[in-house]
C-alpha cells in the first residue's frame, strides 16, 4: 500500500498569516498517462470531508483562491496564502494513484 | 444538485451485522464511482470499498475484505454497504461519497455520515 504521511499534527495560524501544509507519499504519484493523483481535503467541526484540490493543485468548484497546492513525484505541499477563522479544521492529503485509497494522517489548523 | 444521505448506522454488539444506506439525488450511481469511508473518532479517515459505475468493479481495503459487502440498486439509487462480523475497531462515522471523474475513484461530494458503534 502507499503510505502517506503528513508530518505536522498540528499548526496554529494567526488570521491574514500564510499556512504551509506538507504531505509525503512512499511512491511517486505520478500516473503513466501523466496526471498526479493527490487530493487534499478538510474535515471542518462537526462536517464531513470537503474537496479542495484535486491532482496536485486544481482548485474544486467553489474553493476561495487563498488555497494552493503544489509538488510532484512524493511530495506535495498545501498552502492557504491568508488564513481565515473559517479555514479551522484537519487538512487531509489523499493519493488515489492504486488501491486501497489512502490518506495521510491529517495535520489540524487552528487559527490564533 | 448533489446530495447523499447515509442511514442505518447504531449501536450493534461485537460479532453483529449492520446494512448501511446512501440514497443520491442529483446524479445517477449507474455512471459514477462511489466509494464508503470512515472517520475513527480521534483518528484519521479510512478509505473501505468502491463500486465503479457499470458495477462490475469492486475494491475493498484489507481491513474489512471478506466481511463488509458494497452494492447498489440503481433503480433506486442507492448504494449499500454490508457489515458482517462486526468488531470493536469498527466503531466509526461512515460515510458515502462520489468519484470525482471517471478516471479517478477520488471523492468530490460525501454525505454527512452516520455513526456505527460496535460494544464489545
Known amino acids: 500500500d502507499i503510505v502517506m504521511t503528513q508530518t505536522r499534527p498540528s499548526l496554529s495560524v494567526t488570521p491574514g498569516q500564510p499556512a504551509s501544509i506538507s504531505c509525503k507519499s512512499s511512491?511517486?504519484?505520478?500516473?503513466?498517462?501523466?496526471?498526479?493523483?493527490l487530493y487534499w481535503y478538510v474535515q471542518k467541526p462537526g462536517q464531513a470531508p470537503q474537496l479542495l484540490l484535486y491532482?496536485?493543485?486544481n482548485r474544486f468548484s467553489g474553493v476561495p483562491e487563498r488555497f494552493s497546492g503544489s509538488g510532484s513525484g512524493t511530495d506535495f505541499t498545501l498552502k492557504i496564502s491568508r488564513a481565515e477563522a473559517e479555514d479551522v479544521g484537519i487538512y487531509y492529503c489523499?493519493?488515489?494513484?492504486?488501491?486501497?485509497?489512502?490518506f495521510g494522517g491529517g495535520t489540524k489548523v487552528e487559527i490564533k | 444538485e448533489v446530495q447523499l444521505l447515509e442511514s442505518g448506522g447504531g449501536l450493534v454488539q461485537s460479532g453483529g451485522s449492520l446494512r448501511l444506506s446512501c440514497a443520491a439525488s442529483?446524479?445517477?450511481?449507474?455512471?459514477?464511482?462511489m466509494s464508503w469511508v470512515r472517520h475513527v473518532p480521534g483518528k484519521g479517515l479510512e478509505w473501505l470499498s468502491r463500486?465503479?459505475?457499470?458495477?462490475?468493479?469492486?475494491s475493498y481495503a484489507d481491513s474489512v475484505r471478506g466481511r463488509f459487502t458494497i452494492s447498489r440498486d440503481t433503480s433506486k439509487n442507492t448504494l449499500y454497504l454490508q457489515m458482517n462480523s462486526l468488531r470493536a475497531e469498527d466503531t466509526a462515522v461512515y460515510y458515502c461519497?462520489?468519484?470525482?471523474?471517471?478516471?479517478?475513484?477520488?471523492?468530490?461530494?460525501w454525505g454527512q455520515g452516520t455513526l456505527v458503534t460496535v460494544s464489545s
Open positions: 463500486i465503479s459505475g457499470s458495477g462490475d468493479g469492486i
Open positions: 442529483g446524479f445517477t450511481l449507474s455512471g459514477n464511482t
Open positions: 461519497a462520489k468519484a470525482h471523474t471517471t478516471l479517478v475513484t477520488a471523492p468530490d461530494y
Open positions: 489523499m493519493q488515489t494513484l492504486e488501491f486501497p485509497l489512502t
Open positions: 511512491q511517486s504519484l505520478l500516473h503513466r498517462n501523466g496526471n498526479t493523483y
Open positions: 491532482e496536485v493543485s
